[in-house]
């Protein structure tokens, strides 16, 4: 299969809606991008999945956030669930970061970060909590359990109707775009159905995700979605999840 790249420079963080950035970067030889983002307020830096602990990759995440800003205005970390390709280099950036800085944790999740050596304060955060930013920008936290562990949650930033979506909507892909296109469906179907475990739990979240306007979803693999959101909810209540032996 042969995608078409887009024409941007990959190797450069990459703003892609009000004040949030894309600080990621696509393992090719592994088909499987890592999509850290960074959202700046003005008074508030916040750090989304800051991802993988592996030199190779921490470097290029951490290089991108500093052509972005002085790493010590990140006051937030918020971690989605506890895999280690969302929390393994928490304790790295804790050396570059607010030393005040707070680690948003779903609560089933919150047990695992200091697992990771974390030291800073870890708040865990219930389903349907909400952070209030010193702008007034607010940012609502919604549960997915099950999808794909236990203590799973999605961002939305009400400003941009955008979602962190963690590993809904994630996607395995050799030829990646920053931006989902027409072979997105298709990667999309080949990571999801192998990784999300329960199709109740997939359809719950997405019940939930049907409640709010959405026009925009970052997912933590994969490709940013920012047109026919409703295309791809309906497309995930297809898969085949769950079913794997
Ligand atoms: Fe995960
Ligand atoms: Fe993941």
Same mark, same amino acid.
């Given at each position: 299969?042969?995608?078409?790249?887009?024409?941007?420079?990959?190797?450069?963080?990459?703003?892609?809606?009000?004040?949030?950035?894309?600080?990621?970067?696509?393992?090719?030889?592994?088909?499987?991008?890592?999509?850290?983002?960074?959202?700046?307020?003005?008074?508030?830096?916040?750090?989304?999945?800051?991802?993988?602990?592996?030199?190779?990759?921490? /470097?290029?995440?951490?290089?991108?956030?500093?052509? !972005?800003?002085?790493?010590?205005?990140?006051?937030?970390?918020?971690?989605?669930?506890?895999?280690? @390709? $969302?929390?393994?280099? !928490?304790?790295?950036?804790?050396?570059?970061?607010?030393?005040?800085?707070?680690?948003?944790?779903?609560?089933?999740?919150?047990?695992?970060?200091?697992?990771?050596?974390?030291?800073?304060?870890?708040?865990?955060?219930?389903?349907?909590?909400?952070?209030? $930013?010193?702008?007034?920008?607010?940012?609502?936290?919604?549960?997915?359990?099950?999808?794909?562990?236990?203590?799973?949650?999605?961002?939305?930033?009400?400003?941009?109707?955008?979602?962190?979506?963690? @590993?809904?909507?994630?996607?395995?892909?050799?030829?990646?775009?920053?931006?989902? /296109?027409?072979?997105?469906?298709?990667?999309?179907?080949?990571?999801?159905?192998?990784?999300?475990?329960?199709?109740?739990?997939? @359809?719950?979240?997405?019940?939930?995700?049907?409640?709010?306007?959405?026009?925009?979803?970052?997912?933590?693999?994969?490709?940013?979605?920012?047109?026919?959101?409703?295309?791809?909810?309906?497309?995930?209540?297809?898969?085949?999840?769950?079913?794997?032996?």
């Amino acid at each position: 299969m042969t995608v078409n790249v887009e024409t941007y420079d990959e190797t450069k963080a990459h703003q892609i809606a009000d004040g949030i950035y894309w600080v990621g970067f696509s393992d090719r030889k592994a088909g499987f991008s890592n999509n850290p983002y960074l959202l700046d307020d003005g008074t508030d830096v916040i750090l989304l999945d800051p991802g993988s602990r592996a030199p190779e990759h921490y /470097n290029i995440v951490k290089e991108k956030v500093c052509s !972005i800003t002085d790493p010590k205005r990140i006051n937030y970390i918020i971690a989605h669930h506890q895999d280690p @390709d $969302l929390c393994a280099s !928490i304790p790295l950036f804790e050396e570059i970061v607010d030393p005040n800085v707070k680690i948003l944790v779903p609560t089933r999740a919150a047990v695992f970060i200091k697992y990771y050596d974390a030291k800073s304060e870890v708040i865990p955060i219930e389903d349907g909590e909400a952070l209030t $930013l010193t702008s007034g920008r607010e940012l609502t936290f919604i549960h997915t359990p099950y999808v794909h562990f236990a203590g799973s949650m999605v961002t939305y930033d009400v400003k941009t109707k955008t979602v962190f979506s963690s @590993d809904i909507f994630g996607a395995f892909s050799i030829d990646w775009n920053l931006y989902a /296109n027409e072979y997105y469906l298709e990667a999309f179907k080949a990571f999801t159905e192998p990784y999300l475990g329960s199709k109740p739990a997939l @359809d719950n979240a997405l019940d939930k995700l049907e409640k709010i306007e959405i026009e925009m979803i970052c997912p933590q693999h994969g490709s940013i979605i920012d047109k026919d959101i409703h295309k791809y909810i309906e497309a995930a209540r297809e898969l085949e999840v769950g079913t794997w032996t």
